[in-house]
T-cell receptor
Framework: DTEVTQTPKHLVMGMTNKKSLKCEQH?????MYWYKQKAKKPPELMFV???????INESVPSRFSPECPNSSLLNLHLHALQPEDSALYLC????????????FGQGTRLTVV | GENVEQHPSTLSVQEGDSAVIKCTYS??????FPWYKQELGKGPQLIIDIRSNVGEKKDQRIAVTLNKTAKHFSLHITETQPEDSAVYFC???????????FGPGTRLSVLP
């Protein structure tokens, strides 16, 4: 199983809502990543978890809150987002924190209204 | 930090022709160079990668070359097919994953 599964596939939320994005992998990978991708742009790294510990936070606003409950799961909690946060949010995993051979999920298309 | 440039931004080729996409990077500490293909509405898919101890790697119709001295690497797709149409991203990373940076992408269109 070389799959990274993200739910939901689409999400529309208001600026006062609280929602969560979920990501799951069963490849035994010990590093997991959140990326944000705007239209016609490359993915931008947001967070890296290595061995269930947050190792990189690319100066992401606190309205985005990551959580890694165990080595297979990664969540991104969203609160008080702005319309400009609308984007494709991608989860990825790799064997370790070196970002080698990273596998991406299909993404969650988020729209903030 | 690392900066990755990618050219061209768009590329159209006839089916059966070859396509070449070039990337340059700035950080000499980078030693891992993957290429990702992203189809519309999907996440990026790793198609081939190369490490700094190798100059060239091939997988069927896809090949990647690396010139570490000049800090550039290229993706070569031969005998292109319509299903090769997608956005291709190069990336560069060091051993610690601290500088995993994508290029801006190339939109490849293979015309039947």
């Amino acid at each position: 199983d070389t799959e990274v599964t993200q739910t939901p596939k689409h999400l529309v939320m208001g600026m006062t809502n609280k929602k969560s994005l979920k990501c799951e992998q069963h490849m035994g990978h010990r590093a997991m990543y959140w990326y944000k991708q705007k239209a016609k742009k490359p993915p931008e790294l947001m967070f890296v978890y290595s061995y269930e510990k947050l190792s990189i936070n690319e100066s992401v606003p606190s309205r985005f809150s990551p959580e890694c409950p165990n080595s297979s799961l990664l969540n991104l909690h969203l609160h008080a987002l702005q319309p400009e946060d609308s984007a494709l949010y991608l989860c990825a995993s790799s064997q370790d924190g070196s970002a080698t051979e990273a596998f991406f999920g299909q993404g969650t298309r988020l729209t903030v209204v | 930090g690392e900066n990755v440039e990618q050219h061209p931004s768009t590329l159209s080729v006839q089916e059966g022709d070859s396509a070449v996409i070039k990337c340059t990077y700035s950080d000499s500490a980078s030693n891992y160079f993957p290429w990702y293909k992203q189809e519309l509405g999907k996440g990026p898919q790793l198609i081939i990668d190369i490490r700094s101890n190798v100059g060239e790697k091939k997988d069927q119709r896809i090949a990647v070359t690396l010139n570490k001295t000049a800090k550039h690497f290229s993706l070569h797709i031969t005998e292109t097919q319509p299903e090769d149409s997608a956005v291709y991203f190069c990336a560069a990373a060091d051993n610690y994953g601290q500088n995993f940076v994508f290029g801006p992408g190339t939109r490849l269109s293979v015309l039947p």
